[in-house]
Nanobody, 127 residues
Framework: EVQLVESGGGLVQAGGSLRLSCAPT?????????IGWFRQAPGKEREVVSC????????YYAGDVKGRATISNDNAKNTYFLQINSLKPEDTAVYYC???????????????????WGQGTQVTVSS
């Protein structure tokens, strides 16, 4: 069973930074998948933030975080990270980690594809 556990959310002042972590379990190292970060703000639909391919490391960023966000992974710890700098109040949302099997990071980002989801972690940016 695939499970994803997020951590790292919290309350941050505008202009600050945070780093979210996602530790997937139940995935085989031989699997080809992408890990993505999505977010959902109150009253809004869930949207893609950033994705990374597990096999080749290609990345995808949504327009409103491009230049402020970095997605990465630590293979030794099997953990994926999303760092966002220059945080804005409009970044406030529940952030979800997700995995999409046999999917490139580009496709995951463009189409919002995901097979499994984490429970989400709240990020609140105060002005």
């Amino acid at each position: 069973e695939v499970q994803l556990v997020e951590s790292g959310g919290g309350l941050v002042q505008a202009g600050g930074s945070l780093r979210l972590s996602c530790a997937p379990t139940g995935l085989s190292p031989d699997d080809d998948y992408s890990i993505g970060w999505f977010r959902q703000a109150p009253g809004k639909e869930r949207e893609v933030v950033s994705c990374i391919s597990s096999s080749v490391g290609t990345t995808y960023y949504a327009g409103d975080v491009k230049g402020r966000a970095t997605i990465s992974n630590d293979n030794a710890k099997n953990t994926y990270f999303l760092q966002i700098n220059s945080l804005k109040p409009e970044d406030t949302a529940v952030y979800y980690c997700a995995v999409a099997s046999q999917t490139t990071s580009q496709a995951m980002g463009d189409l919002g594809l995901a097979d499994y989801w984490g429970q989400g972690t709240q990020v609140t940016v105060s002005s």
